[in-house]
């Protein structure tokens, strides 16, 4: 087993430029991008995606690679959970006892049923499944959130330039709750900075 892998992952806010100087540094390939459905779905060691705002980005690991989607709730092909649910079974063993999540999303915008429900939907799914999940749901501000997973340190970074004038200033929790009011963080993360 290697010495890097934790089964605790870290969950630290960071100033966009420095997200940006990571996430550029990755292949293309680890980028999960528009139109955000599961096709635009990446698997790797380490993955990225850009611009959260209603959607819901849900990123599962078992410390060594991360399944990454970014699922835009008004997208019509993301309209039935049962193929979102589907595909998830098809991609992830959840027998595997090391896996954790982070969701988030869930955040107000025009669409914010739409946004709840899918929210909601997945931490549900991964709820029936056993897999420790930490939740970041979101508020009523329209700014993208930006998130990256890296194996590395097995820690999830988390950007946006409105968290940029809290970090440094308070604490990681405590920024984060800038923009995600609701926050569950599971046994098997610590949010850092």
Known sequence: MEKNITFTSLIRPIKSNLFYDIAF?????????????????????????????????????DGKDVFMMHICPTRKENSDFTTIKQFLLNKINFNNKDLSALVVGGRYYPHSNKSYKLFDNIVNFLKSKKVPTTTLKGKDIYEGVDILYRQKNDEWLISSKYLDNFINKEAPGVVLKKIFPEINVSDCDIIMS
């Not at 292949?27 to 209603?54: E, F």
Request: proline share 8%.
């Open 25 to 61: 540094g990755m292949p293309k390939k680890n980028s999960v991008n528009y139109p955000w459905t599961i096709s635009q779905s990446v698997c790797a060691p380490q993955a990225y995606t850009t611009g959260v705002i209603d959607c819901t980005m849900c990123g599962i690991t």
